[in-house]
């Protein structure tokens, strides 16, 4: 009953005319494929030009980041009205990146959810915990302290507009995936957190992606998991062969 969704995180990697070259390939990949949305987020320069590229097809297309305000002397940033005007559906907010890198807070992560609900994007919000914190077995802690304070106050409504990525930092770029049974075992923690509160039948249909190292030999056994629907791809997504096998698990 949740539609799996398949994302592509292209982080900081190609230009627009790489961009473009890339959904032209994959297109007619992944053309008969209806059972999955499939998302893909370029840098910003790209999105205005990507988003003409996959007009009439399935793809949709995401941002990497926004800003929470709608305009303004804030140099530097992006609002969701305007990647909403440059073609976007979705915007990936709070990665692990942006956490570890680029000051991101759960504070923020809130702000961000909400400005980007009220300009009409669907926000996929990425938690997860650094491998010092799974090995000291904070993982729930850390997960719980993620979603709390970045969906706090957000309406029942505004549920229905949310992904969740669960992306264990240790398993990023590393090419060491978290076993099927690890990503179930967050990814169930994650469903009955947001039961506790917003209740059940959002968190039965909240969709919730894994991400990390996600390839296509270990995409469908992430897939066949109960609480795993879909993944969040960094660099895999980075060539159409391997993403639309991804997409086509
Ligand atoms: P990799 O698939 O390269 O591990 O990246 C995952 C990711 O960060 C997606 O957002």
Same mark, same amino acid.
């Given at each position: 009953?949740?539609?799996?969704?398949?994302?592509?995180?292209?982080?900081?990697?190609? *230009?627009?005319?790489?961009? #473009?070259?890339?959904?032209?390939?994959?297109?007619?990949?992944?053309?008969?494929?209806?059972?999955?949305?499939?998302? #893909?987020?370029?840098?910003?320069? +790209?999105?205005?030009?990507?988003?003409? +590229?996959?007009? =009439?097809?399935?793809?949709?297309? +995401?941002?990497?980041?926004?800003?929470?305000?709608?305009?303004? $002397?804030?140099?530097?940033?992006?609002?969701?009205?305007?990647?909403?005007?440059?073609?976007?559906?979705? !915007? %990936?907010?709070?990665?692990?990146?942006?956490?570890?890198?680029?000051?991101? /807070?759960?504070? *923020?992560?809130?702000?961000? @959810?909400?400005?980007?609900? $009220?300009?009409?994007?669907?926000?996929? !919000?990425? !938690?997860?915990?650094?491998?010092?914190?799974?090995?000291?077995?904070?993982?729930?802690?850390?997960?719980?302290?993620?979603?709390? =304070?970045?969906?706090?106050?957000? /309406?029942?409504? $505004?549920?229905?507009?949310? %992904?969740? $990525?669960?992306?264990? #930092?240790?398993?990023?770029?590393? =090419?060491?995936?978290?076993?099927?049974?690890?990503?179930?075992? #967050?990814?169930?923690?994650?469903?009955?957190? @947001?039961?506790?509160?917003?209740?059940?039948?959002?968190?039965?249909?909240?969709?919730?992606?894994?991400?990390? /190292?996600?390839?296509?030999?270990?995409?469908?056994?992430?897939?066949?998991?109960?609480? @795993?629907?879909? +993944?969040?791809?960094?660099?895999? /997504?980075?060539?159409?062969?391997?993403?639309?096998?991804?997409?086509?698990?």
């Amino acid at each position: 009953m949740r539609k799996p969704v398949i994302a592509g995180n292209w982080k900081l990697y190609k *230009t627009i005319a790489e961009s #473009v070259a890339l959904v032209h390939e994959l297109i007619p990949l992944v053309v008969g494929n209806q059972r999955v949305d499939i998302v #893909v987020a370029p840098v910003f320069t +790209a999105l205005s030009r990507v988003s003409d +590229a996959v007009e =009439g097809s399935h793809i949709m297309l +995401a941002s990497q980041d926004c800003y929470w305000e709608e305009e303004g $002397a804030f140099t530097g940033e992006v609002a969701p009205k305007l990647l909403k005007d440059a073609g976007c559906s979705y !915007v %990936i907010i709070g990665h692990s990146e942006r956490r570890q890198y680029f000051g991101e /807070s759960d504070l *923020t992560v809130n702000k961000k @959810i909400k400005a980007a609900i $009220a300009a009409g994007l669907r926000a996929i !919000v990425c !938690v997860g915990e650094s491998l010092a914190e799974r090995e000291s077995d904070q993982t729930f802690a850390v997960i719980e302290t993620q979603l709390k =304070g970045g969906l706090a106050d957000i /309406s029942e409504e $505004a549920f229905s507009h949310i %992904i969740i $990525a669960y992306e264990p #930092v240790w398993a990023i770029g590393t =090419g060491k995936t978290a076993t099927d049974a690890q990503a179930q075992e #967050v990814h169930a923690f994650i469903r009955q957190l @947001i039961a506790r509160l917003v209740g059940q039948p959002i968190a039965d249909a909240v969709r919730i992606l894994y991400g990390g /190292s996600v390839k296509p030999d270990n995409v469908k056994g992430l897939m066949t998991q109960p609480d @795993i629907d879909g +993944a969040l791809v960094g660099g895999a /997504s980075l060539k159409a062969e391997s993403f639309a096998a991804i997409a086509n698990f």
